[in-house]
């Protein structure tokens, strides 16, 4: 006893130590006078409570001998017919008790079968429950592809119709641009035809007034060399005067070359131009003053001039054919040039 309340007392220290190290000092401060008083009280209560402890197991054993021996003696006292209807009593006790225990085997059979299908039920609405979310996992998931599918469709669908709308605004612009530009080409055929008609029908009636002509020139050449004598003192200013001419055709046939290559001032310019030959012929009036070599000089300037506009309508036919011809083939090329972009641009637009 001793030992254990020493044990005790070192085990409250150590708790104290570990939770309270102020306590531990405390305890440590005390005076080891008291320590040993309390020492000797604690050893003469311990040596006082094993001598009452030995007295109870003392009085404890004498009480079991003595029931242990008043048992004995009730025994013996029982007579035999006690003892077999303590038999009887204990058969019936014995076969009630077999009763309980198959009553009790049943109902544990009972039980443990009620368990089993209530233990399969569960199975089976587990099994039911866990196919049910499996299958709505499932059709979760389906719904969930749909969508996405229908998404990335759409995404498809627009982006297509984002590139055809793009692709039927390029071909509506490239047609638009090849309509303007067809627009802006002018055409050259009507263009020559309806400068030029006219003049060429002038001129081609002239050329075939040409014979005549040449034969009135002849008789007017003949009927000149037998007057020429008389126009010799004019002769340098006839030269002269032709020069002035042969200057001022050219100028004409410059200015007309100019007026077809103008199509906006052609029609100022011809004006000018025979302005021009009226002052060259009212010119070479003053100098012929003779009747005679007026309208000869007239007739030739007129042939002169048919001949000459002739020839350049001829050239500026040829050249205005080219010109024709380069811008055709110019606008076949740009036109080409524009179909190949477009086509570039589709498929790029496509890919």
Not at 144 to 157: D, E, K, Y
Not at 244 to 263: C, F, P, S, T, Y
Request: aromatic share 4%; charged share 35%; with cysteine.
């Amino acid at each position: 006893m001793f030992r254990d309340r020493k044990h005790k007392l070192k085990g409250l220290v150590d708790d104290t130590a570990h939770a309270h190290p102020l306590g531990v000092q405390f305890l440590l401060d005390i005076p080891l006078v008291q320590l040993k008083e309390q020492d000797a009280k604690i050893a003469q209560v311990s040596i006082e409570i094993e001598e009452a402890q030995k007295n109870l197991q003392d009085s404890v054993a004498s009480k079991y001998d003595k029931l242990w021996h008043e048992v004995v003696t009730a025994l013996e006292r029982m007579n035999s017919t006690e003892l077999q209807r303590f038999q009887e009593a204990l058969s019936q006790r014995s076969q009630q008790s077999e009763q309980r225990v198959q009553q009790l085997i049943s109902y544990a059979i009972g039980l443990a079968t009620r368990a089993a299908t209530d233990k399969r039920e569960a199975d089976v609405k587990k099994a039911v429950i866990s196919r049910w979310k499996e299958r709505a996992w499932i059709g979760a998931r389906q719904r969930m592809a749909c969508r996405s599918l229908s998404r990335l469709f759409r995404i498809h669908l627009r982006r297509h119709f984002a590139g055809f709308q793009q692709v039927l605004a390029w071909e509506i612009n490239m047609e638009r641009l090849r309509t303007e530009f067809r627009n802006s080409l002018p055409d050259v055929e009507a263009v020559v035809r309806g400068a030029v008609s006219s003049k060429i029908k002038m001129l081609e009636e002239r050329v075939n007034t040409k014979d005549t002509v040449i034969q009135k020139i002849q008789g007017d050449v003949e009927r000149l060399s037998t007057k020429a004598e008389e126009f010799q003192d004019s002769a340098g200013a006839l030269r002269e005067r032709s020069a002035d001419l042969a200057q001022i055709l050219q100028q004409v046939k410059d200015e007309v070359r100019e007026e077809l290559d103008r199509e906006a001032d052609r029609e100022g310019r011809l004006q000018k131009a025979e302005e021009l030959v009226s002052d060259v012929v009212e010119k070479m009036s003053q100098v012929a003053r003779q009747e005679e070599m007026q309208s000869i000089m007239k007739d030739v300037l007129l042939i002169w001039t048919a001949v000459k506009h002739l020839d350049t309508a001829k050239a500026d036919k040829r050249e205005l054919d080219a010109l024709a011809n380069e811008a055709t083939i110019r606008a076949q090329s740009m036109y080409s040039r524009m179909v190949q972009d477009g086509d570039k641009r589709n498929i790029k637009f496509r890919n």
